[in-house]
């Protein structure tokens, strides 16, 4: 009677410590996913997380995100560990399907087993089971057939290889960069894509593409230069600014827009102190890509006029009417609510489509852990024409020391805002005023 009394309490004790490893991995994987940011895509606006559904256009067609829940019919639940690493890993559904490129998984290749375990723990076990069934693709055919994707992916796809540790650098740099190259797929978003759609390179060893900003843009959007790059990238940021924006979206120098709005939101507010800095820690040693590139000097000729009441200048009154209330005639806008102008990267850049599309549709600041004041630009789309729009944004783009050799013309405010991104977001009054004013 003793033993088998002993039996059940070291039974009773093991069930015990396995519930609470259980309990520990799967919470290890909720915040895996909170630092891949799973439910940015596998989520539609206004659905339940990791139902899927969410439409992402691409060069060829809209695609719809899939159900990741542990749902049998419709989501994930039947997939064993093998199914999971090799749909995350390898982009191959447990169909044998190969998934279309939007699925980052080139860059979630280098997670390690350990991390892919507790993923897989915490989607199983700790995500409720939603049936929800998702369109596939509008996509028109032959670029609808999966069974092509193999075939680019072998012939075309960068060669991906297993994370490893370099002796150069501590801990911390290793960590951050085994974060950004691969669960938080930086370079997704950020690093040019060649002709055939696939990133040129999965990682910054030895190569100044990696993280150089999207070579075209992506939802609208242009994805900025994160190298050390005096004008557009992260050269006069220091390592604090750049943790400042990790974790809140904004610092002395910008603010988050478009995507990266969600990616601050959704995930990187919710990583410990000591992964933003080592992501900040790793991003400050990528060198420039262009080595040359001058650095931005200030000038406050601009300034001077508008202080003055001189709006002259083509987008000045512009500028006047609708900018310098928050962002001042000196461009210096106010530290970690409206971002400066003047010298800022997003600005700088040599594609002005981000510039033009939030003017056009305005701009959301997200309340977040320390930072809990959310603030919202409005859209100027439904009171600005296409010229107004274009001088504002040359004015901008050449005050206050900024310069660009190149300048935006009305057509190319035209194109952008006849974009399924941009249409319907430019101010309740757009149709009609527009058509007044045009």
Not at 261 to 271: I, K, N, P, R
Request: net charge negative.
């Amino acid at each position: 009677m003793k033993k088998t009394f002993l039996t059940l309490v070291l039974a009773l004790v093991s069930f015990g410590a396995l519930a609470e490893t259980s309990g520990e991995l799967v919470k290890r994987g909720e915040y895996l996913a909170r630092a891949g940011d799973c439910v940015a895509c596998h989520t539609a606006k206004g659905g339940k997380p990791f139902a899927g559904g969410l439409a992402m256009a691409t060069p060829i067609g809209t695609i719809y995100s899939t159900n990741i829940t542990p749902d049998k019919q419709t989501g994930i639940g039947d997939y064993s560990y093998d199914d999971f690493q090799k749909a995350v890993r390898q982009g191959i559904a447990k169909t044998g399907d190969t998934l279309y490129p939007a699925m980052p998984y080139p860059s979630y290749a280098v997670v390690s087993d350990e991390d892919m375990h507790a993923l897989y723990a915490y989607f199983m076990q700790g995500v409720p089971a939603i049936n929800q069934e998702n369109k596939a693709t509008d996509i028109p055919w032959p670029l609808s057939m999966r069974w092509p994707l193999a075939i680019w992916r072998k012939m075309f796809a960068p060669e991906v290889k297993p994370f490893e540790p370099t002796t150069q650098d501590d801990e911390s740099v290793n960590r951050g960069r085994y974060l950004v190259e691969g669960l938080a797929h930086c370079g997704a978003c950020h690093t040019p894509r060649s002709i055939t759609m696939q990133e040129k390179v999965l990682n910054g060893q030895d190569n100044t593409t990696y993280l150089a900003g999207s070579s075209s843009p992506i939802d609208g959007w242009t994805a900025s230069n994160l190298r050390g790059d005096n004008r557009d990238g992260l050269g006069r940021w220091s390592q604090q600014e750049l943790e400042q924006f990790l974790r809140y979206g904004r610092n002395d120098q910008t603010a988050v827009f478009g995507g990266m709005t969600d990616v601050v939101e959704h995930s990187l507010q919710y990583l410990t102190d000591a992964d933003i800095t080592a992501i900040a820690r790793y991003l400050k040693t990528l060198a420039p890509q262009d080595p040359h590139q001058p650095p931005f000097t200030a000038n406050d000729t601009v300034a001077k006029a508008l202080w003055k009441g001189d709006d002259q200048q083509a987008g000045a009154s512009e500028y006047v009417d609708s900018c310098a209330a928050c962002h001042k005639t000196d461009g210096t806008g106010y530290k970690r609510f409206f971002p400066q102008l003047k010298g800022n990267p997003v600005v700088l850049a040599d594609d002005p489509t981000s510039l033009i599309h939030i003017i056009l549709t305005g701009a959301r600041l997200p309340a977040v852990a320390g930072a809990p004041t959310a603030i919202t630009m409005p859209a100027f789309g439904w009171r600005m024409n296409d010229q107004q729009v274009a001088d504002l944004v040359n004015f901008v783009r050449s005050s206050w020391g900024n310069t660009q050799s190149s300048t935006v013309s009305a057509s190319d405010v035209a194109k952008i805002r006849e974009q399924d991104d941009v249409k319907g977001q430019q101010g309740s009054h757009s149709i009609e005023t527009l058509e007044k004013r045009q």
